[in-house]
Structures are given as structure tokens and as C-alpha cells.
């Protein structure tokens, strides 16, 4: 079994998540629950409607974008995939194309599957770009004509 995806697939989706929502959750409740007089220096309903601003705003990116990535290895008869939680299995055969996009500076490979998936019809996770590069060469049917 081959792994495609990155080691920090990890990192990005369940250490960020978890450290985000935590760090910054207790310390939105603790601007909602401290005394006035901590915040003389500006407004106290400006200064808790924007830490709330901040902490969903974050909670919102990641939700969007880091949780999306998935963990993928590969055998040579079937494409597997998981989020650390679940993981599913397609066969070869399920896969329409594989591409590869640059996001600030941050490879992802996009596996594009022909039926819709427990995990959708668009498989995303970090790799490098000569990884994929190997793959169109190895498996040409994936390539996007």
C-alpha cells in the first residue's frame, strides 16, 4: 500500500481543528465572562462581538478547508481513504481523474471520482507535485483530457 497524502494531513486535520477551537474557545468565553473594568482600554461590546467575529470566523475557515483533506494511500486494485475517523474504499475502476492544484503555496492532489462517495465525488489531500506528476504517468487514464 502506497500513501499519497502528506504526514501533515494530520496535523492540519485533527491537531488545528482541536487547538483552535479549544485555545480560542476558552478565551472568547473568558472576554464573555470577565469583569468590565478588564477592558477600560476600549469599548466591552466592541471588543467581545469582535473576539465572537474572530473564533467563528476561524472555526469556519478550517470547517471549509483544512477538514476537507483526507488521507489516501493506494493499491493497485483499489484507492484508499479516510479522515481518521472513517474510511472508505474505491476501486480503481471509481476513478474518472486525478489533478493537482497549487493553494498558497501547498500542493493538493484532487482525486475526481465518477459517483458520488461517502466522502463526496472529490477526494482532496496534500501531496507533491512530482508524486502526482508519477501517478498520471503510472495510471495515463486518470489524466484530465
Not at 2 to 27: D, K
Not at 80 to 91: D, E, L, M, S
Not at 128 to 133: N, V
Request: charged content about 15%; proline content about 3%; some cysteine.
Amino acid at each position: 500500500m502506497e500513501r499519497l497524502s502528506s504526514n501533515a494531513t494530520l496535523f492540519f486535520n485533527l491537531f488545528l481543528p482541536v487547538f483552535w477551537s479549544v485555545f480560542f474557545g476558552v478565551f472568547t468565553l473568558a472576554v464573555f465572562l470577565a469583569d468590565e473594568m478588564y477592558f477600560s482600554f476600549l469599548p466591552i461590546l466592541l471588543f467581545r462581538s469582535g473576539m465572537l467575529f474572530f473564533y467563528i470566523t476561524g472555526i469556519l475557515v478550517i470547517y471549509f478547508t483544512f477538514l476537507r483533506l483526507k488521507r489516501v494511500e493506494l493499491t493497485p486494485e483499489h484507492l484508499y481513504v479516510t479522515n481518521y475517523f472513517k474510511t472508505a474504499r474505491y476501486p480503481i475502476a471509481a476513478i474518472s481523474h486525478l489533478e493537482w492544484q497549487r493553494w498558497f503555496g501547498i500542493s493538493l492532489g484532487i482525486f475526481n471520482l465518477q459517483a458520488k462517495g461517502i466522502f463526496g465525488q472529490r477526494i482532496i489531500f496534500l501531496g507533491r507535485k512530482k508524486l502526482i506528476e508519477e501517478l498520471h504517468q503510472k495510471y495515463p487514464q486518470w489524466c484530465k483530457s
